[in-house]
């Protein structure tokens, strides 16, 4: 490969021009063309990093070979969820990091998004819980970002009643639940490793999380392996923490993707003094949507500060409520300088900041914490 060469990227099929090649030892020197068994680098004139694939074959233009090398294999992320710049003004700079990042992790896939709540951010696509946390604190420490990732989700199949079917990632765009004939969540396989005299509670976990333990082998005299089915979106939280816990930190988990299973799956949403919260939203199994619901405006009660009116916290599945809390307001005890006299006084002066607090409800604006959001990705305790 020497300067002014025209190549190929065998994966994008894109052709672009060599700038410059060079190796890096004994140290980094340019050199006038790069040779078989050399190690070194190419300078093109690709400018966006997104452009390029990890494990990519690189090739002349003219004189290209027809097929790639083999081993390359574009990893397909199953865990999404969205990151978002605290400070709004950091959202170019979140753009830039996030790019130079997925430059040496090929698993990675972002793309812009915007959200209500949030405003501009990006949907991000992993392999699994502990890859986000990964990228999470990638971004915290390496590139001192400020950022808020939302509450993780799977891909799904919903099936339309006209025969369409679209793959939904975001909850935030599932169609109306009277035009969906059914939706198919993506099942594991895992293959448990636990040492025997925690097998109960291993089986019991697999249940919880409605799993099916389809075969139990022993692996030798102190261990055994559970073969199990699960779905995906109920090992993305806390599996892992809770099979650690009951296995006193023994316990061991390796999955693969086992397909797709329909099932009664809802729509979970929250809202905050009657608005939605597209950043709280999440498809959830239909016996699994109270708990999950009044676990999360218990959570949000908590970290969400008091205003100067109350503040309702519903979770609701298509219009119905199924559980509610309030957030309390701050008052102000108007009644403080009345020392004695009339209680006429009092209820007058009590009356006039109820009214105020009645039309204060109808125009003020709650303010979310990013607290708020953290304490929905907390597993449940």
Known sequence: IRPGEKIRLLSTGQDTEVKEVGVFSPKMRIVDALQAGDVGYLITAIKEPKEIRIGETVTGSIHRCKEPLPGFKEVQPMVFSGIYPVDTRDFENLRFNIAKLQLNDSAFRFQAESSVALGAGFRCGFLGLLHMEIVQERLQREY???????????????????????????????PDMSEIDRIEEPMIKAQIIAPIKYLGAVMNLVMEKRGLCNNTENVDEYHVMITAGLPLHEIVLDFYDKLKTVTRGYGSMDYEPDGHRAGPLVKLEILV?????????????????????????????DVIPPHLFKIALQGTIGGKIIARENVRQMRKNVTAKCYGGD?????????????????????????????????VLKASE
């Open 343 to 375: 209680i006429s006084r009092k209820r007058k002066l009590l009356d006039r900041q109820k009214e105020g607090k009645k039309r204060m409800k109808e125009i003020g604006r709650v303010n979310i914490p990013q607290e708020a959001f953290v304490a």
């Open 144 to 174: 001192d970002m400020d950022i808020i990732v939302t509450y993780p989700s799977v891909v799904y199949h919903v099936y339309m009643r006209t025969g369409e079917m679209r793959e939904i990632e975001n909850p935030t765009y599932l």
């Open 273 to 301: 003094n009657g608005e939605p919260v597209d950043a709280f939203a999440s498809i959830v199994h239909e016996d699994r949507a109270i708990p999950r619901a009044r676990q999360l405006v218990s959570r949000l009660k």
